[in-house]
């Protein structure tokens, strides 16, 4: 190290630290607004409040009909979290399900620095480890996914918590193999929030097969125990129909055009990914792939790593499922969680040279540091465009009050103004179409309700021609709306079809 990289490195950081205020201000805006916002801000929310609704009033989990056309495919941790958090601080329950989201992507944070501290090997000055850890954490907290997904009454954020639990007790139990029950009882748990969430059990299992395998055979029959009981309640208290439900009726077709959507995420937070490249080398130069099977019973760092490591890539080798078309950029949260303890890992040299301890950090370690976060961090801007919303919330309340007018139920794409307005969810758009488009529910019967004047009206996001409704409605049903509700009016971004 020269003196010359001292202060560049203490200005790279400076910056970084400026961009990651910024981020932070910015997921508090958001989220203040989410708090006061009690309309929906994704398509799903209403799902998985109407979800949790018919779980609490024992309704869960039950074969499709022709109508009510409903399926549950997220299984019970989350609503049931939410319903719990709704009844102990005595708040609505959209709300509770946000709060929860969003003291989960704090939780996230946590686990992402203690992974990253753990993953450092030893020699490092504490100092190091932890402000290592802390910028792994700000790196996650502060991406434009996140944004996005911590205010929002879903499951993944509270999905990807408790994966990390998972992990960190994995890791843990190498040394101290009693956790490994608790590890194993977390992924049961993960797998309960998210049925999706296989990579994290599957690498952490693999690497303590090698590490102690007393461990790693205790963590796999704590999954499989835990997991088993759930499973045979949820089964036996929903006739059979749990698994059904989760997997057999949660189907999607591939959309070709997810692929520039996974291009534009993936382009926003350029600058985390190649950090994480970065971090990627040195975790590969860290692990020693030719030793590594004799050192990882020694040293809980390269336990720590392996399993972050292994998980990435079979995450990695997942993400094409973001073609669904029920996928969104929430596939690649767990994905973004294990970058960032590599960035841990990448910014390393930069901490020691700003420590004056022996450290070249690369030019290119410099500009992504210093310029690139900040660059990153400029979009979205810092606050919800608080105008439109406020226009779309009186919109929205007149909209309430005539669905709660209306003697017959309402079909929507904003669910939650069915819920607000004391009807429930009988008809969910986007399951009926994937379900209807591969054969499993027909659809003729529901479109020959729609042409009978059996729904009050139908409010939708756009109309015939345009994707989202072409997605959520297929010709057969489409067809008989023309017909049934040919009128038309809008309500901020909405669509109304009404009847003659």
Not at 255 to 271: E, P, R, T
């Amino acid at each position: 190290m020269t003196e010359r990289s001292v202060w560049p490195a203490r200005a790279a950081l400076l910056l970084a630290a400026l961009a990651f205020a910024w981020g932070l201000a910015r997921l508090a805006a958001h989220a203040a607004f989410a708090f006061d916002y009690p309309y929906d801000l994704d398509y799903g929310e209403g799902v998985v409040w109407q979800q949790m609704r018919y779980i609490l009033a024992g309704h869960g989990y039950t074969p499709l009909q022709a109508f009510p056309a409903f399926v549950f495919e997220y299984p019970p941790v989350y609503p049931l979290a939410t319903a719990a958090t709704a009844h102990a601080f005595g708040i609505d329950e959209l709300y509770a399900g946000r709060l929860v989201s969003f003291v989960a992507t704090a939780i996230c944070a946590l686990l992402i620095a203690l992974l990253t501290a753990r993953a450092i090997p030893l020699g490092p000055p504490r100092r190091i480890r932890h402000a290592a850890a802390a910028f792994a954490a700000l790196a996650f907290v502060t991406l434009p996914v996140v944004l996005t997904w911590a205010v929002l009454m879903r499951i993944d954020m509270l999905a990807c918590a408790i994966t990390l639990a998972g992990m960190a007790l994995a890791a843990a139990s190498a040394r101290r193999p009693r956790l490994a029950i608790a590890a194993g009882i977390a992924f049961a748990a993960a797998l309960y929030t998210r049925q999706t969430n296989l990579p994290a059990p599957a690498a952490a299992f693999l690497v303590l097969l090698l590490a102690n395998r007393r461990a790693a055979w205790t963590m796999l029959a704590a999954a499989l125990v835990s997991g088993g009981v759930a499973l045979v309640v949820l089964e036996a208290t929903s006739g059979g129909y749990f698994l059904v439900n989760i997997l057999f009726y949660n189907i999607n077709r591939i959309v070709w055009a997810h692929a520039a959507m996974l291009g534009a995420v993936l382009l926003a937070s350029i600058v985390t990914l190649a950090l994480g490249t970065i971090g990627l080398i040195t975790a590969r130069h860290n692990l020693g792939w030719r030793t590594l099977r004799e050192r990882l019973p020694r040293d809980p760092s390269l336990v720590t790593l392996a399993i972050v490591v292994l998980t990435l890539a079979l995450k990695t080798l997942m993400l094409p499922a973001i073609l669904k078309s029920g996928a969104s950029d929430n596939y690649l949260i767990d994905w973004f969680s294990g970058i960032a303890v590599l960035i841990g890992l990448a910014v390393i040299p930069l901490l020691r040279a700003a420590l004056r301890l022996p450290a070249r950090p690369s030019l290119s370690l410099l500009v992504l540091v210093g310029l690139g976060l900040a660059v990153q961090m400029s979009d979205p801007p810092l606050a919800p465009d608080t105008t439109k919303a406020a226009r779309d919330r009186v919109a929205l309340d007149a909209l309430v009050a005539r669905i709660r007018a209306s003697p017959k139920p309402v079909v929507t794409d904003d669910m939650v103004l069915l819920l607000r307005a004391g009807q429930p969810i009988l008809w969910e758009p986007a399951i009926v179409a994937e379900l209807g488009g591969a054969g499993v529910y027909d659809e003729r019967a529901l479109a020959a309700r729609v042409r009978r004047g059996d729904f009050g009206f139908f409010v939708t996001r756009g109309d015939r021609g345009k994707t989202l409704y072409d997605q959520r409605f297929n010709p057969v049903v489409a067809d008989a709306i023309d017909v049934a509700y040919p009128r038309r009016e809008q309500a901020g971004d909405l669509t109304l079809h009404l009847p003659r």
